[in-house]
T-cell receptor
Framework: NAGVTQTPKFQVLKTGQSMTLQCAQD?????MSWYRQDPGMGLRLIHY???????DQGEVPNGYNVSRSTTEDFPLRLLSAAPSQTSVYFC????????????FGSGTRLTVV | RKEVEQDPGPFNVPEGATVAFNCTYS??????FFWYRQDCRKEPKLLMS???SGNEDGRFTAQLNRASQYISLLIRDSKLSDSATYLC??????????FGSGTRLSIRP
């Protein structure tokens, strides 16, 4: 079982560039989400989706877009990268956001210079 | 005040010891609670859900105290492999899932 697959694992961007972080899960989970993890701040929710075609904002959505065209895929787009977006990004999925734990991907380490 | 607070540690304990962490939360309407462990430069992994009645999984015991608004994690007979950062997670709604900053645990031989 692949679980949650994130690509790429590492990325360096220049300020102003755009890119898409890929996330795919093969567990037929309805709920998917994106987090960023910064030192001393814990994981913060960027965007989430409760099913195909449905997305919503989390705590820190500015500068990011998402879409959910299929149950399996939930890409995160950085529109115009800024140094403040340097972080580790995790995608997570679950049967239900409330009652079940989340399975995380292995993360993407993004540096914006 | 942070919505979810954890002692960052580090807790440095000998192998075989019992260690406990607490995590306090501010929203009395919080619905679900979890403990995760995260190894250095790795993704968080679910350790256990925290039920109102408390629950145990081998050497790990989780408790919820709604009156005082905290959850706890107890690790008995600690192993070297228990060294990690332990994150508490509080679910308020689908858009409000709060992760604590984590408690670092280091087990020494």
């Amino acid at each position: 079982n692949a679980g949650v697959t994130q690509t790429p694992k590492f990325q360096v961007l220049k300020t102003g560039q755009s890119m898409t972080l890929q996330c795919a899960q093969d567990m037929n989970h309805e709920y998917m989400s994106w987090y960023r993890q910064d030192p001393g701040m814990g994981l913060r929710l960027i965007h989430y989706s409760v099913g195909a075609g449905i997305t919503d904002q989390g705590e820190v959505p500015n500068g990011y877009n998402v879409s959910r065209s299929t149950t399996e895929d939930f890409p995160l787009r950085l529109l115009s990268a800024a140094p403040s977006q340097t972080s580790v990004y995790f995608c997570a999925s679950s049967y239900s956001s409330r009652n079940y734990g989340y399975t995380f991907g292995s993360g993407t380490r993004l540096t914006v210079v | 005040r942070k919505e979810v607070e954890q002692d960052p540690g580090p807790f440095n304990v000998p192998e075989g010891a019992t260690v406990a962490f607490n995590c306090t939360y501010s929203n009395s309407a919080s619905q679900s609670f979890f403990w995760y462990r995260q190894d250095c430069r790795k993704e968080p992994k679910l350790l256990m859900s925290v039920y109102s009645s408390g629950n145990e999984d081998g050497r790990f015991t989780a408790q919820l105290n709604r009156a005082s608004q905290y959850i706890s994690l107890l690790i008995r007979d600690s192993k070297l492999s228990d060294s990690a950062t332990y994150l508490c997670v509080v679910y308020n709604s689908a858009s409000k899932i709060i992760f604590g900053s984590g408690t670092r645990l280091s087990i020494r031989p």
